[in-house]
């Protein structure tokens, strides 16, 4: 867009710098924007429906990720890279990616779930 060549090296080294509440602006503006118009699709005897959906990464080593995630414990492993639950809310009907939320490794997929909920206003069904 702005006429420069660049290599997909340089694109994601400058991706790593960008805070991640950049990324969450840019899902939530995103969300704002085309929820209304999921409204009426994917709907369940009159519900709107959601998919929840959770997971683990691992991400590069560095003191602020260990301390915040930690690593797994897995006996005789010496080299080990910090990793972390991922729990993801999608809109069932158009697979339309809401909210992404993150914990450490050590605590259970379903510890976000509080912070999901709200995202669901009345009327929404969910399944995983």
């Known amino acids: 867009m702005a006429g420069c060549a660049f290599t997909a090296s340089a694109l994601c080294q400058a991706r790593t710098r960008l805070p991640l509440a950049v990324f969450q602006t840019v899902l939530r503006g995103l969300v704002k924007a085309l929820v209304p118009d999921t409204e009426a699709v994917g709907r369940w005897r009159g519900h709107r429906t959601f998919l929840l959906d959770g997971s683990s990464v691992s991400m590069p ?68």
């Open 61 to 128: 080593d560095n003191p602020e990720l260990q301390a915040h995630f930690g690593q797994p414990r897995q006996p005789g492993q010496r080299l080990r890279l910090p990793g972390g639950h991922l729990l993801v809310l999608f809109h069932a009907g158009t697979g339309l990616l809401l909210e992404v939320l993150t914990a450490p490794l050590r605590s259970h997929d379903m510890s976000g779930i509080t912070a999901i909920l709200p995202l669901l206003l009345a009327g929404g069904c969910l399944g995983g």
